[in-house]
């Protein structure tokens, strides 16, 4: 079964500081990879994708990585903003699949 | 564009009664997805459609319905509404052509509450 298991669960971290968001999946065939950040009381945006053949994206203050081999993804901020508090969101696609498999979301809350 | 346009935005039903979401998105996007999020669960896919009069369920299909006559627009529709299907809805399309790589554009969500 595709499963995608996201750590942490939450973090809370000061403006200004860096942090790291995981995720673990078992998608097979492997297509890609995105992260979607989803604001309270809205829909989730996506941020960045990562296909097989990328190691590292970056959008902004934002980089992904990617480890193919060991099926592993993170996802860095840099110089946090209290914008960034949301909920981050790890999807993963299979090749040839209509259906897309979701993590269960890091909830990071920053303060000021 | 306005992209995926839900309503109601949010509402409030009684155990046993029906209800239409309203979902519509101007992207020409062929693939549609409805989805429910309750708290510290993620998205759960209830119903998705690769095309105008095509459907299929999702993970947690029980107690909805859909259907989709045009390209444009896919109604989720709760019949004998029970307190189980309080949480929040969110619809979601995305374009053909490389079926699995393309971005997901959602909507803003359609808070339900069943009383």
């Known amino acids: 079964k595709n499963q995608v298991e996201q750590s942490p669960q939450s973090l809370i971290i000061l403006e200004g500081k860096n942090c790291t968001l995981q995720c673990n999946y078992t998608v097979s065939p492997f297509s890609n990879l995105r992260w979607y950040k989803q604001d309270t009381g809205r829909g989730p945006v996506s941020l960045t994708i990562m296909t097989f053949s990328e190691n590292t994206k970056s959008n902004g203050r934002y980089t992904a990585t990617l480890d193919a081999d060991t099926k592993q993804s993170s996802l860095h901020i840099t110089a946090s903003q209290l914008s960034d508090s949301a909920s981050y969101i790890c999807?993963?696609?299979?090749?040839?699949?209509?259906?897309?498999?979701f993590g269960r979301g890091t909830s990071l809350i920053v303060h000021p | 564009n306005a992209g995926v346009t839900q309503t109601p935005k949010f509402r409030i039903l009684k155990i046993g009664q029906s209800m239409t979401l309203q979902c519509a998105q101007d992207?020409?996007?062929?693939?549609m997805y409805w989805y429910r999020q309750d708290p510290g669960m993620g998205l759960k896919l209830i119903y998705y459609s690769v095309g105008a009069g095509i459907t299929d369920k999702g993970e947690v299909p029980n107690g909805y319905n859909v259907s989709r006559s045009t390209t444009e627009d896919f109604p989720l529709r709760l019949e004998l509404a029970a307190p189980s299907q309080t949480s929040v809805y969110f619809c979601?399309?995305?374009?053909?052509?490389?079926?699995?790589?393309?971005?997901?554009?959602f909507g803003e969500g359609s808070r339900l509450t069943v009383l």
């Open positions: 992207m020409n996007h062929n693939y």
């Open positions: 999807v993963v696609s299979a090749r040839g699949s209509y259906i897309p498999t």
């Open positions: 979601a399309s995305r374009a053909y052509g490389g079926a699995d790589t393309g971005e997901l554009f």
